[in-house]
């Protein structure tokens, strides 16, 4: 029997695990999904924001204030792309100044630190390539781009190095109290815990009523986005929000951790996990970016995608012990700022344990960093020993983004080893670049059947069922 058990392995239940994986306890993490990360924590703005937006005393303004600091510190410690670039919310009228004014009160109770308004010269000087129509920008450095899914991943990767276990493939299907533990039914048959942590994302209202009635509701909200190549990754060089309005923090324009320039979200209903993109989004979504930064040449465009909000009607986070059943702990309504507060919402998941009866006492010795080799990124001096040490690391796989074969090997060989070409590319990157794996992708295929010893056609794409290969032509078929 498990202690605790974890449903949902996107940075929520990630987060949760990195900080169980410190005691000595017995923990699980139970995913639908063949690999972590692969929920709304994939498909983001991958802002670490700054805390000036949520509405003072609301729960996301405490964990997004505090998870600001704790992300970054994080990501420090287990190499994890991250750069703190600061915010610009661009005002375009005198009324829109009025709105920066209060974002700035507003931050302050909240605890931002060093925010500034600037005027339109320094905005302009500072920001190049805004529109001339810009007359004034809200700074908040404490801003961070990050890495969502390395984040995740890291965590996660953390969490199994320190005896934490992972089920993928697994999904809750039901939940029973029984004398003091929790059955857990799953379609991989039944899991056992004194507690659980419901991390579920855009289902965690549902998982909350395989054992209680409904307590709070999520109306899924997607948002979609363009991604464009490195060419349009340096136009601008803090993150370009638009004024907040009723609908969220709107457009923005962002450089990313990797190089390149993100544009998105809108904001429109959505059926379950529904990450289709459409006509319509993304047409709304370049106009509104292009009233920001006009230069953007969409033509760069290299992929669009969406992602989906995990919307409440209270608009802030639902975390507490269910009163019926003790030791199930929600951790719902994951909406923005999510992903920058899910690493402070865990220290005190931890708390709420311990406070409900689990006895958790520290571990003697825990693995508490990470190093991955990204080659790219080294001296030719480190490349070269790193080839001498293995001739793998000599053979470049994926041209766009400079990475070998030694870094996708050892993406396949890590403490939750990727099993398709998309967790491939959560690692290390392959098939980030231009040619979005058009030419790398069969040879990381090909990679991971040999790695793994499975057939060439039982490696997905993505997710199970995204089959590439169905068989061998001409296979027993007339000549
Ligand atoms: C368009 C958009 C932009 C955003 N931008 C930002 C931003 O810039 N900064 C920020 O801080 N936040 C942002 N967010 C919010 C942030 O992405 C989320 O808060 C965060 O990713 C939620 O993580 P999670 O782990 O709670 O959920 P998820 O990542 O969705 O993980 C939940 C996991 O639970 C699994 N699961 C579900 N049901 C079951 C089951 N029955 N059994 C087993 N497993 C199950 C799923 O497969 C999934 O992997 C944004 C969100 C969206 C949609």
């Not at 395989?210 to 060419?231: Q, R």
Request: glycine share 10%.
């Amino acid at each position: 029997m498990y202690d605790v058990a974890i449903i949902g392995a996107g940075i929520t239940g990630c987060s949760i695990a990195y900080e169980l994986g410190k005691y000595n306890i017995n923990a699980v993490v139970i995913e639908k999904e063949n690999d972590v990360s692969v929920g709304t924590t994939k498909a983001n703005s991958a802002i670490i924001h700054g805390g000036y937006d949520p509405k003072p005393g609301t729960l996301m303004a405490k964990y997004n204030i505090k998870g600001n600091v704790y992300t970054k510190e994080l990501c420090q410690k287990l190499d994890v792309p991250f750069k703190q670039i600061g915010a610009l919310v661009v005002a375009f009228s005198e009324e829109e100044k009025k709105t920066l004014e209060e974002l700035k009160e507003r931050g302050a109770q909240n605890g931002v630190p060093h925010m500034e308004i600037w005027d339109k010269e320094k905005l302009h000087k500072e920001e190049p390539n805004i529109s001339d129509n810009a007359v004034a920008a809200l700074l908040s450095p404490n801003v961070g781009i990050v890495s969502p899914w390395e984040l995740a991943i890291a965590l996660a990767e953390t969490a199994v190095e320190n005896g934490v276990d992972i089920k993928l493939n697994t999904e809750v299907t039901g939940i029973e109290k029984k004398d003091d533990a929790y059955q857990i039914e799953t379609n991989n048959g039944m899991i056992e815990a004194k507690y659980i942590c419901n991390a579920a994302g855009v289902f965690a209202d549902k998982v909350n009523e395989l054992i209680n009635e409904k307590t709070f509701e999520i109306t899924p909200n997607k948002g979609e986005y363009y991604l464009l190549d490195k060419s349009q990754g340096n136009l601008v060089n803090h993150v370009i929000f638009q004024c907040p309005n009723e609908k969220g923090k709107g457009v923005l324009v962002s450089p990313t951790v990797h190089g390149n320039l993100i544009v998105g979200p809108d904001s429109q209903p959505s059926a379950g996990d529904d990450t289709s993109t459409t006509g319509s989004g993304l047409s709304f979504v370049k106009n509104t970016a292009l009233k920001s930064v006009p230069g953007i040449n969409f033509r760069e465009s290299i992929r669009n995608f969406a992602g989906v909000r995990a919307r409440t009607k209270k608009h802030d986070f639902q975390i507490y012990e269910d009163k019926k059943n003790k030791g199930f702990i929600n951790i719902g309504g994951m909406e923005s700022p999510g992903l920058s507060s899910a690493t402070a919402i865990a220290l005190d998941v931890v708390k709420m344990l311990a406070d409900t009866g689990l006895v958790l006492e520290e571990k003697n010795d825990i693995v508490d960093t990470r190093k991955v080799n990204r080659f790219k990124h080294l001296s030719h001096e480190k490349r070269a020993e790193l080839v001498k040490e293995n001739p793998l690391y000599g053979k470049i796989i994926c041209r766009c983004e400079t990475v070998t074969e030694g870094e996708i090997v050892d993406a396949i060989h890590r403490p939750i080893p990727a099993t398709s070409i998309d967790a491939v590319k959560r690692r290390c990157n392959a098939g980030m670049g231009r040619c979005q794996g058009g030419f790398c992708g069969p040879r990381v295929q090909e990679i991971i059947s040999r790695e793994l010893n499975i057939p060439l056609k039982d490696v997905p794409q993505d997710r199970l069922g995204t089959d590439i290969i169905t068989g061998e032509t001409k296979d027993g078929g007339a000549r």
